[in-house]
């Protein structure tokens, strides 16, 4: 026969909800977090300059990046100077604002970096942006 036991106490125990369900959710979201932060992180090494004042970039826009031993990449490939505004020129009639955002390492001469926007000028960019670092000054305002 079964035994119910209708006298017993609910606050003795055996009354409090299983957290364990809980405790795992949160180690899977912690873990998926911060496995997710490290695709974040740029996937060039460039040391950008800072500025004051920074904008985001328009998530349709081209990156230009040139790295401090001064070679050209186009969205993750390496291009030579000489083939880097026809590349430039198909990937921006893709594109539909026309934008290119240069990715500087911040000791790349500065002639470098005009060969880089005279070929993006030449490939038809309507916009032309630096993407910096945000330096953020004491006593600002």
């Known amino acids: 026969m079964i035994d119910f036991e209708y006298g017993r106490n609910i606050t003795e125990g055996g009354a409090w909800p299983d957290m364990t369900p809980m405790i795992d959710m949160i180690f899977q979201l912690l873990i998926f977090f911060l496995l997710t932060s490290f695709f974040i992180l740029p996937a060039v090494n460039v ?20 790295e401090s031993d001064g070679s ?7 291009v030579a100077t000489r083939d880097l505004a026809p590349l430039l020129s198909a990937a921006l009639a893709r594109t539909p604002d026309r934008t290119v955002v240069i990715q500087s390492d911040r000791g790349v001469p500065f002639g470098r970096v005009v060969e880089v926007m005279e070929a993006a000028r030449d490939a038809g960019a309507q916009e032309i942006s630096f993407m910096v670092e945000q330096s953020i000054e004491r006593g600002a305002r």
């Open 72 to 78: 050209i990449g186009l969205a993750g490939r390496s």
């Open 47 to 66: 040391a950008l300059p800072k500025s004051r004042s920074t904008e985001t970039r328009p998530p349709s826009s081209l990156i230009l990046t040139i």
